[in-house]
């Protein structure tokens, strides 16, 4: 296939409109025009380059110095979609019928340089007698396409007198048009870059803030926004150093160029991980300071989950042998001291009260040697469920423990709203029960009062077992504490007990609440699934 060379295509062109009974010595003037709403769609379609084009053409045109040109931007089919320039030449165009909107084809129009650039694939000039139309041979069209992905999509144009053309102007207008496409392709990648920026800005579980060169907050996502309590129309434009916590570390780091990574901070109670570090421009000057943070409170909570793991299976390899030694000889102590008791006869009350307290520090030992026992059993990790009635259950206990709550004149209220059977580990429910019944009972010195309530969870498909006391209650300190091996608040607790009651409410995929306010008692919320 031959390659069409420019004259022949002016050639060529003057005969087509020859063929199309287009008379030379008439003026070109187009019938058919887009309407306003069409025309907006296909500027709509390529307003980046429109945008980009009107500031490089309007900086060529000064560069023209004083030389008197329009210049017009097309789409791919040649509809004139803007054109600005000089008034008089603009007028003169328009005079002729060519105004935005128009589209420019031969059989209509002429020999033209937009055409000519579109259907040859690259930049065309028509100066003078090359146009068909008389009226046109006093001026000079350069147009060259511009491109978007590969494809034509459009030219830009320049219009001038004849006399004033020079060789470099087809030159001037195809480096115009070059620049125009890295610009458009930049704006077009930084638009990109733009939308995931804001995407991951908007959805990211990360907080970030940035200020600028004078330490105003410039940008802040959602999740800083909710974990500073801040609104973004809020903060933007005042001081970094107003944010709370994070404000002190980022001043710092636009006053001294400093960096700050993997700091752990404190806001409303949670634990985060911090950095921050100054943004600097091509002159390595600071032009702005940048601040992440991230939520590490469960993972904190994790790692002492584990290293209480780690600490529980070591008591547990050691307790397996020590509590048997110790438990079989403790045994045999406390049997052949009862023997004893039996046998010694005395009115001395103070040998009396000698027996009471060697067999007092020997039960204690002996329930200590238990929960070592029970932390140390392998099945400890597992439930075996069956139907069973918390009613009957409760009473039981109640029953095992009323000597105790006699001794202290402590009133049980137990209220029975639920008595049907749930599926659990009947042992494992009653050791959760009992440990805080003891619990209970300690923290009453005389004369106080517990309440056992059961009854169907009111929020969801569930069983509640409520116990409360009056006793001396708990300090914030210890109640976030109290789930934690070890530790214990009474003059002789090992501090495992309520630590196995968790472990074993959460084997039965249920939950422990717990309300307590110093002088003011205790309340224990057990929530079991009925299944």
């Known amino acids: 296939m031959m390659i069409e060379t420019r004259d022949t295509y002016i050639s060529n062109s003057h005969q087509k409109c020859l063929d199309h009974k287009l008379d030379p010595n008439d003026l070109p003037v187009p019938k058919e025009k887009l309407p306003k709403s069409v025309l907006e769609q296909r500027k709509s379609k390529l307003d980046v380059t429109i945008s980009v084009a009107r500031q490089f053409m309007t900086r060529l045109i000064s560069d023209l110095d004083g030389t008197a040109v329009v210049i017009s931007i097309t789409d791919h089919e040649g509809y004139i979609l803007e054109m600005y320039g000089d008034e008089m030449i603009k007028w003169q165009i328009e005079s002729l019928g060519l105004s935005t909107g128009i589209r420019l084809e031969e059989e209509k129009v002429g020999t033209n340089s937009i055409e000519m650039a579109l259907r040859m694939g690259q930049s065309a000039k028509l100066i003078g007698s090359d146009h068909f139309f008389r009226c046109l041979h006093e001026t000079a069209c ?119 990574e993997d700091i752990e901070i404190s806001i409303s109670n949670k634990t985060f991980l911090f950095d921050s570090f100054p943004i600097y421009d091509e002159s390595n000057q600071i032009i702005g300071v940048f601040g992440q943070f991230r939520d590490i409170t469960e993972r904190l909570v994790l790692e002492r989950q584990l290293m209480l793991s780690e600490k529980l299976s070591a008591i547990g390899k050691i307790s397996a042998g020590l509590a048997h030694e110790i438990r079989n000889p403790l045994t045999s102590i406390i049997g052949l001291l009862a023997l004893l008791k039996e046998n010694f006869k005395t009115a001395d009350h103070k040998q009396k009260d000698y027996f009471r307290i060697i067999f007092n520090e020997l039960e204690r030992i002996k329930n200590l040697v238990q929960q070592f026992v029970m932390m140390a059993k392998p099945d400890q990790k597992e439930i075996i469920k069956t139907r069973v009635g918390l009613h009957a259950l409760i009473e039981d206990i109640l029953a095992l423990m009323e000597s105790d709550f006699h001794s202290k004149n402590i009133k049980v209220h137990y209220q029975p709203f639920y008595k049907d059977k749930i599926y659990i580990d009947k042992d494992k429910i009653k050791q959760v029960i009992l440990n805080i019944l003891q619990n209970s009972f300690d923290a009453i010195d005389l004369d106080g009062n517990i309440s056992v309530v059961i009854q169907q969870s009111r929020l969801d498909n569930g069983i509640e077992i409520i116990i409360r006391d009056d006793g001396f209650g708990m300090d914030k300190d210890t109640l976030e504490k109290l789930s934690t091996p070890f530790h214990s608040t009474k003059k002789y607790g090992l501090g495992l007990g309520l630590s196995m009651s968790y472990s074993i409410i959460e084997l039965h995929k249920g939950r422990i609440k717990v309300e307590s306010e110093n002088g003011k008692g205790t309340t224990f919320i057990i929530w079991l699934p009925q299944t």
């Open 142 to 260: 350069f147009s060259v396409p511009f491109r978007s992905s590969g494809k034509i999509s459009g030219t830009i144009s320049m219009m001038m007198a004849a006399h004033h053309v020079s060789p470099y102007h087809l030159g001037l207008l195809q480096s115009a048009v070059d620049s125009i496409e890295r610009e458009v392709i930049a704006k077009k990648q930084n638009k990109k870059l733009s939308v995931l920026n804001q995407v991951l800005m908007e959805n990211s579980r990360t907080g970030v803030i940035l200020t600028d060169e004078n330490g105003k907050i410039v940008e802040i996502n959602p999740y800083a926004e909710k974990v500073l309590s801040s609104k973004k129309g809020e903060i933007r434009n005042r001081p970094i150093t107003e944010a709370a916590v994070i404000g002190e570390y980022m001043g710092r780091v636009l006053g001294g160029s400093k960096k700050y």
